[in-house]
């Protein structure tokens, strides 16, 4: 794999796991509820070459796993691996994201009316791999730059059956295969829909790459329709390297007493006076180190 592909599989990976990974909403906050999400590559599978569907994840690399917790208004997306925490507070007077890294003691807050701004630069950067795909004259260069076009205004063959509950969305870049849960409460969809939406947002701005929100987004407004929520998420994208992911989710309508004392835990020390707040380029060039060093 050279160095594009790479980059390319971590961004549009982080991409689809963090727009997959929670719920919550202003309407749902008082409920307590939490999501456990598996993201595994399936186009690592040897098999996956072909166009067969896969059930197994056996064989399949996990990519990441994340475990979402909602209560008191406020949604917790737990990432261990990385040791962060993203807190999603709709609270109409302080709607913000709050990046939090519990072992180095570090946050940084985002509120959401700044992540236009954040999307420009995004969009800047994507802008700028583009400019450099056409001065090395990429002979993948026409397919990025029409999915790049799509992306902006994505428009899919829609789908869905009542009886199976699978919902697809397809296109001639993407794919999205959706196994769909309708025995939840329409608040929840609800939470589901509004959180989802953000947390696309935040993730493009924070690793942006090839893939973009809007097809994400597209897939929610379908959700919100027919009043669903997705229990599996089977992205296939294609993109000068073919891209085949699968979110696993599994949901439970109570908290325990381990997910409060976690609750308690992050907020105590985020009103700590040891914790370290930083902007959110300062957070994000700490953590990218962190990383580093940890892969070494």
């Known amino acids: 794999m050279n160095a594009t592909t790479s980059t390319h599989r971590k961004t549009t990976t982080g991409w689809l796991f963090v727009s997959l990974v929670a719920i919550a909403a202003p309407s749902a906050m008082g409920q307590d509820f939490t999501a456990y999400t598996r993201v595994y590559d399936m186009g690592a599978v040897r098999a996956a070459e072909s166009d067969t569907a896969h059930e197994s994840t056996d064989d399949a690399p996990l990519v990441s796993e994340s475990y979402s917790m909602f209560h008191a208004g406020k949604a917790y997306d737990y990432i261990e691996a990385m040791d962060e925490v993203i807190i999603v507070d709709f609270d109409s007077s302080r709607q913000r994201f709050t990046l939090l890294s519990p072992r180095r003691e570090l946050s940084t807050v985002i509120y959401f009316d700044e992540l236009k701004h954040f999307e420009k630069l995004a969009e800047n950067e994507t802008q700028t791999y583009l400019d450099e795909l056409r001065k090395k004259e990429s002979p993948h260069l026409a397919q990025v730059l029409s999915m790049h076009a799509f992306q902006r205004r994505p428009r899919f063959d829609e789908s869905y059956d009542e009886h199976s509950g699978q919902l697809t969305l397809s296109s001639e870049f993407i794919r999205y295969e959706v196994r769909c849960s309708t025995k939840v409460q329409p608040e929840n969809v609800k939470a589901y829909i509004r ?15 090839v893939l973009q929100p809007q097809p994400r987004l597209a897939l929610n407004k379908s959700l919100q329709k027919i009043e669903a929520i997705p229990t599996r998420v089977e992205l296939r994208a294609n993109l000068p390297h073919r891209l ?25 020390k985020l009103a700590g006076k040891s914790m370290r707040r930083v902007t959110p380029r300062e957070y994000q060039r700490k953590m990218l180190v962190a990383g580093s060093n940890k892969s070494r």
């Open 195 to 209: 959180y989802a939406d953000s947390i696309c947002s935040l993730n493009y701005v924070l690793h942006p790459g």
């Open 244 to 268: 085949h992911l699968r979110a696993e989710h599994k949901f439970d309508w109570n908290l325990d007493n381990r997910d409060r004392n976690l609750i308690d835990t992050w907020e105590s």
